[in-house]
């Protein structure tokens, strides 16, 4: 009688437990999702917004680059203007910067920068080879290789920035 009677308590605890876990479950899908979960990023062929906060427009005129010239083992530093479209010497580059950020964030869609302090360098820039587009993104001074510029021969990397 005794082991009937723990039998049906461990089989009770048992289904109590059960139905418990599913009720959590229901509850954890129930909840709304969190206001992270609802940022937009950006999805393969799509473009985030770059502004420019109107303090720091015409601010910045110029960023500094350094091209390494991997095969040979040398390096230039180059200045380019905001823009322009700048043929790299001695190369079949070139490269426009687009837009120069100092304090690069991004919050889904939209790039900006968080001050006009240089705490977080970054140039959009599109490098072309031969007329020819290869590469449209953000060089960061700080994390050089986040998103870099692959070349089987060339690197280039943002080294500085000019104010006007």
């Not at 906060?53 to 091209?67: R, Y």
């Not at 910067?97 to 240089?118: D, W």
Request: proline share 9%; with cysteine; glycine share 6%.
């Amino acid at each position: 009688m005794l082991k009937k009677i723990s039998a049906i308590a461990v089989a009770g605890a048992l289904a109590l437990t059960i139905s418990a876990c599913g009720k959590r479950q229901q509850q954890k899908q129930a909840q709304p999702p969190t206001p992270q979960s609802n940022l937009a990023l950006p999805q393969k062929g799509q473009e985030a917004t770059v502004t420019i906060p109107p303090d720091e427009k015409g601010k910045w005129k110029a960023i500094k680059v350094t091209v390494e010239d991997k095969t040979a083992n040398t390096k230039k530093d180059l200045e380019l203007t905001i823009g322009k479209d700048t043929p790299i010497p001695g190369t079949s580059l070139s490269i426009k910067p687009l837009a120069f950020i100092p304090s690069f964030v991004m919050q889904g869609l939209n790039i900006t920068s968080a001050s006009n302090e240089p705490t977080n360098p970054a140039a959009q820039v599109v490098i072309s080879e031969n007329g020819k587009q290869i590469f449209k993104g953000w060089l960061f001074q700080r994390f050089p290789t986040t998103h870099a510029f692959t070349h089987p021969k060339y690197a280039v990397t943002l080294s500085g920035w000019v104010q006007s």
